[in-house]
């Protein structure tokens, strides 16, 4: 069975994090029940590590300076011997704050291809309301599926390790370097298969951001447009936390 | 590529580090470097290879 392992950097945000983190437990849990053997590794240096460890996660416990340096930790942990006898042959680079739909990993690419995604959705930070965009640039959005071997010929840390942001663009950048990558696969998808939710003040790119810079395709209430794609379980949890956010800042206010 | 702990030894800021600013971490291509360097511009303090740091886990049950 192949295997694929999801890469996730956390910082801070914990309850949502905790909630998208159970969300990709059972994404890699019906992963498995459909032949591929999927975990994630998280990286991070505060509560989000219990969360993984509670979650049957792996771990990398480091400090939050530089983002890149997090995707560098989780895809060598998953992919270099010397840290793992039993290498990931995949490895998808995900966000605390994402869902992904388990369909869109099944069907994996081969050593010198990568699978890149161009639609997707983004919940507003207040989750009032949900967008779908098309990102158009060559990799997509951030998830994508890099086979083992691309990973390999960077010498498993591919991302510049001193990056504060753009991290997917580092990591293609570099893998480009090495001259392995013959192609990469743009795939067509539901773009609900990828839900990003939004959180005030902590984004390197905000909702609004987003929505001036992507072209919009669809807006919504998110839990009526999400609901029979995602567990109940989740989408109860993700109401439950923005209800209590706006709660918290009535409050404040 | 160099990785490793840099300083600004010049009068001018280099890559936004300002010659008062503590030391640095950062990647700089080694042709990059050397000009600086050259220049009175950098001073490297510690060349090293990035890699895991010395706590973490694999998935539960993964090695089986």
Redesign the interface.
């Known amino acids: 069975m192949p295997s694929l392992w999801f890469v996730v950097p956390a910082h801070g945000r914990v309850e949502l994090a905790r909630i998208c983190l159970r969300q990709l437990r059972r994404t890699c849990d019906a992963l498995t029940e459909n032949g591929v053997e999927a975990t994630a590794v998280v990286v991070a240096d505060d509560e989000n590590l219990e969360t993984a460890k509670d979650l049957g996660f792996g771990w990398v416990k480091r400090d939050n300076r530089f983002v890149s340096r997090k995707f560098n930790d989780g895809i060598q942990l998953a992919c270099d011997r010397k840290f793992n006898r039993r290498p990931a042959d995949h490895v998808v680079p995900c966000g605390s704050d994402d869902w992904v739909d388990w369909r869109l990993f099944t069907d994996l690419p081969d050593n010198r291809t990568m699978v890149a995604f161009q639609r997707m959705s983004f919940v507003r930070e207040d989750g009032q309301e949900l967008t779908v965009r098309h990102v158009n640039n060559e990799g997509g959005c951030g998830i994508r599926i890099y086979p083992r071997f691309l990973m390999q010929r960077a010498g498993y840390r591919p991302a510049d390790e001193d990056r504060l942001r753009a991290c997917d663009t580092s990591i293609l950048m570099n893998v480009k370097h090495t001259g392995a990558l013959r192609r990469i696969e743009h795939r067509d998808i539901d773009p609900l298969s990828i839900v990003d939710w939004k959180t005030s003040g902590v984004q390197l790119n905000s909702y609004a951001e987003v929505s001036s810079r992507h072209r919009a395709e669809l807006e919504r209430d998110p839990f009526d447009i999400l609901a029979g794609r995602y567990p109940d379980d989740a989408l109860d949890e993700m109401r439950g936390h923005y209800a209590r956010r706006a709660r918290t800042s009535l409050v404040i206010a | 590529m160099i990785?490793g702990i840099w300083k600004t030894a010049g009068r001018r800021t280099y890559r936004g580090h300002a010659p008062s600013e503590p030391p640095w971490?950062?990647?700089i291509p080694a042709t990059v470097a050397a000009r600086a360097i050259n220049r009175g511009d950098l001073a490297l303090l510690e060349e090293f290879v990035?890699?895991?740091?010395p706590?973490?886990?694999?998935?539960?049950?993964?090695?089986g």
């Open positions: 990785h971490e950062a990647s990035p890699s895991l740091p706590e973490f886990s694999l998935p539960e049950g993964w090695l």
